[in-house]
T-cell receptor, first 108, second 114 residues
Framework: AQRVTQPEKLLSVFKGAPVELKCNYSYSGSPELFWYVQYSRQRLQLLLRHISRESIKGFTADLNKGETSFHLKKPFAQEEDSAMYYCALQGGSEKLVFGKGTKLTVNP | ETGVTQSPTHLIKTRGQQVTLRCSSQSGHNTVSWYQQALGQGPQFIFQYYREEENGRGNFPPRFSGLQFPNYSSELNVNALELDDSALYLC?????????????FGSGTRLTVV
């Protein structure tokens, strides 16, 4: 079974502080993993995908197959990073399996 | 390049009624996926359409059905509405075989069943 777990429903940090949004997955094969972000009153959009190993808006995420994790990190949070973040898995089919999301609030 | 558009944006229906939601895919995309997002949850895969046929289905009952048209737009139909069907319904388009995992989401239709 494919499953994505985001253990934190809410996460609050101060501007300039490091932030880490946790994501653990369950999948027997080699998954494709993604982070999607939804800013207030905007549509869901792709933030980054593990296959491209990009850094978007200062965020990075490393796939750790041993720990089945794909945590999202940023060394210095900005107020504009406040949003809902969803981790998603795609394994062997076209569908995306999403976690429940983490609401990040960056305080001034 | 146009994005994914969904209509209507909001809808209120009575339990037992039927509803049709519409989605226009992004220009250049040939595949449409539908997701249900209940309050406080992540999106859940309902089904996907490619070449006007269902190409994968999630754990949803048969009263959830869909269509894809030759212009790649799509409809989601839900019969015999239940209170638990109240949710945000998201449409996402993509290009099958592009291998870039480029899903573009619409803004969604907020369905309330009373």
């Amino acid at each position: 079974a494919q499953r994505v777990t985001q253990p934190e429903k809410l996460l609050s940090v101060f501007k300039g502080a490091p932030v880490e949004l946790k994501c653990n997955y369950s999948y027997s094969g080699s998954p494709e993993l993604f982070w999607y972000v939804q800013y207030s009153r905007q549509r869901l959009q792709l933030l980054l995908r593990h296959i491209s190993r990009e850094s978007i808006k200062g965020f990075t995420a490393d796939l750790n197959k041993g720990e089945t994790s794909f945590h999202l990190k940023k060394p210095f949070a900005q107020e504009e990073d406040s949003a809902m973040y969803y981790c998603a898995l795609q394994g062997g089919s076209e569908k995306l399996v999403f976690g429940k999301g983490t609401k990040l609030t960056v305080n001034p | 390049e146009t994005g994914v558009t969904q209509s209507p944006t909001h809808l209120i229906k009575t339990r037992g009624q039927q509803v049709t939601l519409r989605c226009s895919s992004q220009s250049g995309h040939n595949t449409v996926s539908w997701y249900q997002q209940a309050l406080g949850q992540g999106p859940q895969f309902i089904f996907q359409y490619y070449r006007e046929e269902e190409n994968g289905r999630g754990n949803f009952p048969p009263r959830f059905s869909g269509l894809q048209f030759p212009n790649y737009s799509s409809e989601l139909n839900v019969n015999a509405l239940e209170l638990d069907d109240s949710a945000l319904y998201l449409c996402a388009s993509s290009l099958q075989g592009a291998n870039d995992y480029g899903y573009t989401f619409g803004s969604g239709t907020r369905l309330t069943v009373v």
